[in-house]
Structure formats: C-alpha cells, structure tokens
C-alpha cells in the first residue's frame, strides 16, 4: 500500500509496516499478511 509522505498517517503507518520500500515521495508498505491487514490497519 502506497502513503505519501505528506500523508497524515504516514507516520503511524511506517511504525505498523512489517516492511517499507521507499518510492518517489513516499513509501510503499506492507502490513503482516493479507489477512491480518484489517487487523493492522485498524490500530
């Protein structure tokens, strides 16, 4: 999932991320796996 970093929850999102690919003004991170992204993300 792509969040610029501008975005308002690009902060919080970078500390769930279980990894982060840096790309252009952003990053690209992935939350566990695809079944506990709702999890994650609902923190």
Known sequence: ?????DSPHYQ???Q???T???A???A????GTPN?????LNQ
Request: hydrophobic share 40%.
């Open 24 to 26: 252009g003004n952003g």
């Open 36 to 40: 506990t992204y709702p999890t994650i």
């Open 12 to 14: 919080r999102a970078t």
């Open 20 to 22: 982060t690919t840096p």
């Open 16 to 18: 769930l991320a279980t």
């Open 28 to 31: 690209v991170l992935t939350f």
């Open 1 to 5: 999932m792509f969040f610029a970093s």
